[in-house]
């Protein structure tokens, strides 16, 4: 029988598509064959794809849960917060930002976050200092945490109920998001899922053609942490390509009208705490684990520091404008560069590759990689290279660099827990998984052939009113310009061949 069409609908197998995983199913008697359930059979069942993967995300957030229980009581004596790996910001801030006393955020104390996520902190953290006043025998910063991580976790199964509906004939590949170590540890030390969630729901709104919504979900998410809004980069530079610019012009509005309805009533009343989030980034120097940081430990080993006697890092540390000036140079013309090659690629690159290349950029380039910023990487890799063996490696290079960054946080204040050395190797590993990373997005964008959710999907299941339509007929020309062209070029995707499954007839 003759392979199906990439539109045919069925479920992809890691253990027939996925190298890594078919070679460790050869420990189970190998992949799916012939004696399998059958389809009908499966359907019929409970125990779905899509159910067991939802179940593992949440078994994986208890666990989260447990892991981080030794430091809920806010009894952080002899570093047990470091000691257990079981430090949030959530519990530290909720006494740090003033919410154990009453206040609102930015009213009563400027707080160091976009407005919606104070908007957030505030939405739970007086509640509970209420129940508080009237119940004093209650740990305050307990609720509080308690009451953060239950719905930082529903925006995490919200996000891997995202990935599943954006990847219905590859439910699996949302098993390597409710799977990663990388959420069990992360999850809950700040607020960044909220953000997560948005954005996510976001890519969800836009995969289902409705830029207003995915514009407002945008916008909010970027009103929590910056980053959701870069994904409007990537979606100006596709709806370029692709002819549709009026659908990308809506959600930039719904994005601006979202941010802007947020962020005015705080910058106009309490206009010095609004600016406080934009102060501490201004000023902020060279933070733990970042390429700036690493090259400034390369420097002290040929540099003493003093002045006259440095290092380019080490005096880029002493001169933090300047620093900040090159870190958006690099982050911008690195967008710059992912743009280009979105317009001179073979078949028009999907969203989720793009998105995956612009955080990443971000991260790679930044002063400050706080240790849960890796979750912005995540569900985007997932949705970009749903590949386990880089996946894992990635993730391996991340779980070091946990454990390492907590044991630097350790000697900070005495005796060194492990030689800086180590530190940095494992930053150093963290940065070179990441640019890996990206270096394989980028060989599949120009090389889609390998992109294996093109083996399932025709187009882009991302790609909202992009998917499957013709390049401009400036892109071609451009692409003939520089002799890339192809005769699949501005004719729409091609036909892309699946694996049929094992046994099948």
């Known amino acids: 029988m003759s392979a199906p ?273 934009f102060e501490l980034n201004d000023t902020r120097p060279i933070d733990w684990g970042t390429l700036w940081y690493i090259g400034r430990y390369l420097d002290t080993k040929w540099n003493s520091g003093t002045p006259g006697d440095q290092g380019p890092f080490q005096w880029l540390s002493d001169h933090v404008p300047t620093l900040n000036i090159l870190t958006y140079a690099l982050t911008i013309l690195a967008c710059a560069a992912i743009g280009v090659l979105c317009l001179l690629a073979p078949r028009r690159p999907r969203l989720a590759q793009l998105a995956f290349l612009v955080v990443a950029a971000f991260l790679i380039f930044s002063k400050v990689w706080s240790q849960q910023y890796v979750l912005w990487l995540l569900p985007l890799v997932v949705l970009a290279r749903p590949r386990w063996g880089a996946i894992i490696a990635w993730t391996v290079a991340e779980i070091g660099y946990f454990a390492a960054f907590y044991a630097e946080l350790l000697g900070a204040g005495g005796k060194p827990v492990i030689p800086e050395g180590t530190f940095v190797l494992a930053a150093g590993l963290r940065l070179v998984t990441v640019a890996v990373l990206c270096g394989l997005v980028v060989r599949e964008i120009w090389r889609p052939e390998l992109d294996v959710v093109r083996r399932t999907y025709a187009d882009d299941p991302d790609g909202g009113v992009m998917d499957h339509a013709a390049d401009a007929s400036w892109v071609t020309s451009l692409r003939r310009t520089f002799h890339l062209e192809t005769k699949d070029a501005g004719d729409g995707p091609p036909p892309v061949p699946v694996v049929t499954a094992v046994g099948g007839s």
């Not at 794809?49 to 030794?70: D, E, G, H, N, Y």
């Not at 957030?120 to 006043?133: D, Q, R, S, T, Y």
């Not at 596709?238 to 309805?261: C, E, N, Q, V």
């Open 5 to 277: 069409s990439p539109d045919t609908d069925r479920t992809d197998l890691p253990a027939e598509s996925d190298g890594f995983v078919r070679g460790l199913s050869q420990a189970i008697g190998g992949p799916v064959g012939e004696h399998a359930v059958a389809p009908a059979a499966r359907r019929s069942r409970f125990w779905t794809a899509q159910r067991i993967v939802l179940a593992l995300v949440c078994l994986t957030l208890a666990f989260s849960w447990v892991q981080k229980s030794p430091c809920q009581d806010g009894d952080w004596q002899k570093n047990i917060q470091y000691t257990r790996f079981c430090y949030t910001d959530v519990l530290a801030l909720y006494y740090a930002e003033g919410l154990n006393e009453g206040k609102v955020p930015y009213r009563d104390h400027p707080v160091e976050y976009p407005v919606v996520t104070g908007y957030f902190m505030g939405a739970l953290g007086l509640p509970v200092h209420a129940l508080g006043e009237k119940y004093p025998e209650i740990n305050q910063g307990k609720w509080f945490y308690n009451a953060n991580a239950l719905v930082l976790s529903i925006l995490a199964v919200a996000s891997a109920a995202v990935i599943l509906a954006l990847r219905r004939r590859r439910p699996w590949d949302a098993a390597i998001f409710a799977l990663s170590p990388i959420l069990l540890v992360t999850a809950t030390v700040n607020w960044d899922f909220l953000a997560i969630g948005l954005a996510m729901l976001g890519l969800y709104a836009w995969a289902r053609r409705n830029p207003v919504v995915a514009g407002l979900l945008l916008g909010l998410g970027g009103a929590a942490k910056l980053w959701p809004l870069f994904i409007l980069g990537p979606l100006f530079v596709l709806a370029l390509r692709s002819k549709r610019l009026m659908a990308f012009l809506i959600a930039l509005a719904g994005a601006l009208f979202a941010w802007l309805a947020t962020n005015v009533p705080v910058a106009v009343l309490y206009r010095a705490s609004w600016n406080r989030f």
